[in-house]
């Protein structure tokens, strides 16, 4: 048996690539600084691994930013319009890459960045490929040689980890008609033969090929390209050792498919999808061995050994041990670094989690235990890990009986408005009286270093609760000054006083617990740090009336009260395995419902639930669609449904394909919907366009996962764009998505262009 890790979390175990990127964008360190940050880490990653014990160690899995912007880079997949900026005076290789990922605005030169979109359905956002007819690829970049040249230096025993050829292409997207992306593999696969001869000449013997597509949904067109870039792969290399990887569900109709790739190794997801293991073992073919993925790479809890062993056995029994490898799921990317960082959390809830590291531990101690070793200490850890698999089904932390009966009692009435949208608009504009092309923000405002201070002095007892209490009303009045001043229609408070959109919730939320180090990477420099979610979860007190209450005292015009909704609280924590889902979300809309309810009660009559996860959660295949879309639209509409008429119930989207969920969307039922449109230049309207979506529409003119600060005249096309597919009385204006991580400078430019844009677009719309 062998063991091998599928890729490492790269942040850091304190954020250091985060803090290093951001530091090399403001101009504060040099290139050669930030490059030393990233050799830091991979060398730590490694040795976390090597002194673990695994056998085969990823290499590349490191990133500054995206593992498939970096595919793009290396096979040259770079737009025409970043041509320019290498050719700029001392500009360098990941100045390139940064402005694809990120926009380029300074040297005469002004560039929107490339487009951005869930990873699957996790909250990891990649950076999407595009593809032209006939497109041409070429080897742009030694990342993968020089980071399989450096490990080898560390004394480890290197895998490196590449995007496997089909997937890359069925990540990106089509940027002109008349053609299909799978069109293009016989110009890509050269490339990939070119990586692969580099990578054995440099002595590489193991390659990990990611192919999670192999788990999706496929045309008979992929399943095609599949075999064909596989054969050739071999007929290349008949000695270089292979892995495909797949994860986030099970192989099912594709298995035959996956099986008969000559490969020699076939990683599966046995957490995601356990019953895969049976078929697969019984087409397995004598010269493929099995990896089987059973740390659970996107959760916090320890492994259950004795399921796992069973998994094991039962895979040794039909293979040998020389055929069976052990993994985690997928990826540690998705797991917090080392939960030994961790000195504040519940004893007994620290007992049964793991994070990146001590899944590491998890893979060899299974093998040890598997092969029978003499080892004591495995039979030490096995004997630990049956205590506290044990004690966790019994916590009397976990369980609350009157959440469990009140969340059984729901009812139909209980998920429905009083009245239709169409009665329901005519009493809001009534209270509203909102001009056409209302404008507002999606929420949060720059929290710059200085509030981020003042939390962590009140957090360390430096502030008082009364001190921190004014600051933050003081910066919450200057905010509401201020965007009365520039003329939006709809403010928002700024949310100085929250930390993340789903953690600050979850600090109020009774079954929630929160690490001090458990971050995770996002996008980019961007990192979250997800709450555990241990148990029946319920509101003990209302959770953002106060802060609502007080912005609207301050201003004549309507404020909304901002909330995250159900789905997204779940699928953003570390959410328990012991029930199902749905019924941990339906706990958490009770929740949400009820301070939506004190909300409309202390005067709020503006009210956002955000959903931006409601598409990431969608399941991998179609045929499972139904059933989660079923319980994830009723959650939210628990969340809405206790307001009276008058009460406008806004919901944000981002970054998420709306066309084949669209009816969906709309059995929502909210009010006003907010969604990412101005990457797609607008394309994701057409799918409201064509259901002829009812309900009012707010789509982004300008994105705030850039720095660019965009035109007034830019943001007035994308409006006309809007209009040509959407009714103007239906149509809002707004940024993207919230303007947390982003610097006042710049926020106060775009939105100043924002309002003047929606002013000249409705005067054009009154002329015509």
Known sequence: MQTHILGYPRIGSKRELK?????????????????????????????????????????????????????????????SRYHEVVLKK???????????????????L?????????????????IVPEFYKNQQFKLSSDKIFNEFAGARQAGINAKPVIIGPVSYLLLGKEKEEGFEKLDLAENLLPVYIEILTRLQEQGAEWIQLDEPFLALDLTEKAKQTYQMVYAEIRKKFPKLKLIIATYFDGLKDNRSLAVSLPVEVLHIDLVRNPEQLEEILKIIPENLSLSLGLVDGRNIWKNDYEKSLRFITKAIEKLGSERVFIAPSCSLLHSPCDLD????????????????????????????????????NSLTDFEDN???????KTSSLIHNDQVKQRAQAVTKEDTQRKNTFK????????????????????????QTAEVRSWRAQFKKGELTAVQYDALLKEETQRTIRWQEDIGIDVLVHGEFERNDMVEYFGEQLEGFTFTKNGWVQSYGSRCVKPP????????????????????????????????????????????????????????????????????????????????????EGLPLRRTDWQNYLKWAVEAFRISASGVEDATQIHTHMCYSEFNDIIENIAAMDADVIT????????????????????????????????????????????????????????????????????????TEKALIAMVAAAKEASVEYAVC
Not at 90 to 108: I, P, V
Not at 386 to 392: D, G, M
Not at 730 to 742: F, S
Request: charged share 25%; net charge negative.
């Open 532 to 615: 555990v979610i241990f148990g029946d979860v319920s509101r003990p007190a209302t959770m953002t009336v106060y802060w609502s209450q007080y912005a609207q005292s301050q201003t004549e015009k309507w404020v909304k009260g901002m909330l995250t909704g159900p789905v997204t609280i779940l699928q953003w924590s570390f959410v328990r395995d012991d029930q199902p889902r749905s019924e941990t979300c339906k706990q958490i809309a009770l929740a949400i419902r009820d301070e939506v309810v004190d909300l409309e009660k202390a005067g709020i009559r503006i009210i956002q639930i955000d959903e931006p996860a409601i598409r």
């Open 423 to 446: 009665i329901r608009k005519e009493e809001q504009q009534k209270t509203l009286q909102l001009p056409l092309f209302p404008t507002t923000t999606i929420g949060s405002f720059p």
């Open 675 to 746: 969604i990412e449109c101005s990457r797609s230049q607008m394309e994701l309207l057409n799918a409201f366009a064509d259901f002829q979506y009812p309900n009012e529409i707010g789509p982004g003119v300008y994105d705030i996962h850039s720095p660019r600060v965009p035109s007034k005249d830019e943001m007035v096309e994308l409006l006309r764009k809007a209009q040509h597919v959407i009714p103007a009385s239906q149509l809002w204006v707004n940024p993207d998505c919230g303007l947390k991580t982003r610097h006042w400078e710049e």
């Open 90 to 108: 001392n500009n360098t290789e990941l100045d390139l890459y940064f402005a694809m990922a990120r926009g380029y605005q300074k040297d005469g």
């Open 386 to 392: 049956k205590k506290a698999v044990e004690e966790r």
């Open 341 to 376: 960082a961790e000195t504040a959390l519940n004893p007994e809830i620290k007992n049964w989690l793991a994070f990146a590291k001590q899944k590491v531990k998890e893979v060899v101690t299974l093998k040890a235990l598997a092969a029978g070793t003499d080892n004591e």
């Open 110 to 126: 002004d560039i929107t960045a490339m487009e951005m979109t869930k990873w699957f359905d996790t909250n990891y956002h990649y």
């Open 19 to 79: 803090k290093a990127c951001e530091q090399y964008w403001s101009g504060k360190i040099v290139l050669e600084e930030l490059l030393a940050v990233g050799r830091t880490i991979c060398n730590h990653n490694w040795n976390i691994q090597k002194e673990a014990g695994i056998d085969l160690i990823p290499c590349n899995d490191f990133s500054y930013y995206d593992q498939v912007l970096d595919m793009s880079l290396i096979v040259g997949a770079v737009p």
